[in-house]
């Protein structure tokens, strides 16, 4: 029986920069990670409904386009609906100090800025993933 | 909640969490599989598969377009490579499929092949019995890029696509064993690029010399998967390669071989793994290792002491 950690990583709303999702994916994968991409412009829905079907047990979404405060809530809002209440939702990209403790709120665990190293996000998941 | 239930009653998550039971051999899986044993055998299994690039999962998104226009519900299992390093994968295959995330009648999972070298996973046929039983018309099983011998999928697969593109190789390429000898059908995408033409008459030429060909020939359709051309006539090759082999009797054949290759892979893994746990856990592996080091004794007495032992 072997648990492997499923993660999700997604870039949503409009916002045609992901490289930094790509290089976290990446670091997630040599963490032993399965690590399902969906890449760029995805809708809310889509996330929730694709960690529905691949029962993944992180979401990680980067923003860069600064509609973080809309678009990370309303995420966690589809995963609870879809009965994934113990999934671990993360964030990242450019967003503000300030807005940081409304999303932890929202029920975002952690969010990621600039300049954090990979492996902390790797060490988050480790501890705080529910399997 | 009782998963094989709730998956019976159609319940998405439900599905979910049996395909993570399966692949990650949890001890409920063996109970799940049984109650969803007797609701499968209504899907058609559609294997695709090729070389990395080639399309596939492009592919994979317009055929299940297609079958959704035609009112058929879809199963898509997309098979990435998981590292021999690391244990991880990325498994991108969705990001081809994002427009059907949203339509209920469309379920994708996507599986790592966990040290699987035959272009699927081990778990990829359980899961595909876990979509049967939910009810899907259609499974589409997409392997992971093959090279030259990953055949696995024709194992997994009632009928089996192999995808191509032009421009890999010369006609030597094509009158190799392994993967070009499997399909059932040849699907030519990307064949706006140069080099199609002369890519079917290679395989053309190769199926000439086919002496095990029986009255199926491989059709070799022309498609451009991105721009959508090609798909329901590349669809209507599957569909006439279905009435055939349904016809025939070569479907049962096929199904009845699946079924016996799956009784012995269960059996052979069951007692590797009851073998192995007895003779690890137990610290009499290590022992073993270093008395044929010394010389002392070799692997082929060990196990056929440890056989006897424990088969007796």
Known sequence: ?131 | MDIAEELLKGNRLALSRAITAIENEYDEATDIMKKLYPHTGHAYVLGITGPPGAGKSTLSDKIAREYRAQGKTVGIIAVDPTSPFTGGAILGDRIRMNGLTLDEGVFIRSMGTRGSLGGLSHKTADAVKAMDAFGKDIIIVETVGVGQSEVDIVKAADTTMVVLIPGMGDDIQAIKAGILEIGDLYCINKSDLDGADKLVREINMMLDLDSLMTDWRPPITKVVASQNEGIAELLGTVDKHRTYIEGNGELAKRRTKRTRDEMLDILSSNIGSYIKSKIVDSGRLDGYVEQIKQHKTDPYTVIGEVMGEMLK
Do not use: C, W
Request: glycine share 12%; no cysteine; proline share 5%.
């Open chain 1, 1 to 131: 029986m072997e648990k492997k950690i499923r993660v999700l990583v997604a870039k949503p709303g409009l916002d045609g920069h992901d490289r930094g999702a790509k290089v976290v994916a990446r670091a997630l994968r040599d963490a032993g990670f399965e690590v399902i991409y969906t890449g760029l412009r995805q809708t809310p829905e889509q996330i929730a409904e694709a960690a529905l079907q691949e029962d993944v047990n992180v979401v990680a979404m980067s923003i860069l386009s600064g509609a973080h405060g809309h678009l990370f809530p309303k995420v966690v809002d589809l995963l609870h609906k879809n009965g994934m209440n113990d999934v671990l939702i993360i964030g990242g990209g450019v967003i503000p100090e300030g807005d940081i403790p409304a999303l932890k709120e929202a029920g975002v665990a952690e969010v990621f800025t600039p300049g954090t190293p990979t492996g902390d996000v790797v060490k988050f998941i480790n501890e705080h993933v529910k399997l």
